[in-house]
């Protein structure tokens, strides 16, 4: 185990709603990154936050926001839900710097 | 911007045998390089990485791969397969320290009794 906790484990959403995922980063670590995972696909890079500020962003519109909270957890917001939003959505925390990324189990989200 | 392609979607190994996973990368600067393994329902867990020391870089469960700078390639292997090395393998780049990590599709891997 990581030490790094994602809730919920599972979510099911229908298209338009909004949804909230949680993120509990290491002991430590102050930043905290988000990724994306399609069935059968490799993650992809959401955004990136360091000491409660958003200091990277992938290809995603802004429907896909954040929050990182002074205890370094973070949310990942994700408004107006599309159906091709359905994926694990992966969490990593890490110290900074060049040291190893810690990733969570995810939590799986369907869009109905 | 940098790249990575895993050449093989399955791979499928005997236990006991040996395993080979092939990466290839694009990137214009000295890149790091990694390599992840997911077991179902579990996070990613880091392997191995390579960050411009040792061309022959050892990780963890008997693991090693190689960076081959003329051929862009970051090749993943293991002598000998057992059935827990099931699971799906990320070849990964990045750029720069502190900067986003870019996978590659994975390679999904079966291990025959």
């Known amino acids: 185990e990581t030490g790094v906790t994602q809730s919920p484990t599972h979510l099911i959403k229908t298209r338009g709603q909004q949804v909230t995922l949680r993120c509990s980063s290491q002991?430590?670590?102050?930043?905290v990154s988000w990724y994306q995972q399609a069935l059968g696909q490799g993650p992809q890079f959401i955004f990136q936050?360091?000491?409660?500020?958003?200091?990277g962003r992938g290809n995603f519109p802004p429907r896909f926001s954040g929050l990182q909270f002074p205890n370094y957890s973070s949310e990942l917001n994700v408004n107006a839900l599309e159906l091709d939003d359905s994926a694990l959505y992966l969490c990593?925390?890490?110290?900074?710097?060049?040291?190893?990324?810690?990733f969570g189990p995810g939590t799986r989200l369907t869009v109905l | 911007a940098q790249s990575v392609t895993q050449l093989d979607s399955h791979v499928s190994v005997s236990e006991g045998t040996p395993v080979l996973l092939r990466c290839n990368y694009s990137?214009?600067?000295?890149?790091?390089l990694f390599w992840y393994v997911q077991h179902p329902n579990k996070g990613l867990q880091l392997l191995l990485k390579?960050?411009?020391?040792?061309?022959l870089v050892k990780g963890i469960n008997g693991f090693e791969a190689e960076f081959k700078k003329s051929e862009t390639s970051f090749h993943l292997t293991k002598p000998s397969a057992h059935m827990s090395d099931a699971a799906e393998y990320f070849c990964?780049?990045?750029?720069?320290?502190?900067?986003?990590?870019?996978f590659g599709g994975g390679t999904r891997v079966l291990v025959k009794p």
């Open positions: 990964v780049v990045r750029k720069a320290a502190g900067n986003k990590l870019t």
């Open positions: 990593a925390s890490r110290k900074g710097g060049d040291n190893e990324q810690f």
């Open positions: 936050y360091y000491r409660e500020e958003e200091n």
């Open positions: 990137s214009s600067y000295s890149p790091s």
């Open positions: 390579y960050t411009s020391a040792a061309t």
């Open positions: 002991s430590g670590h102050n930043t």
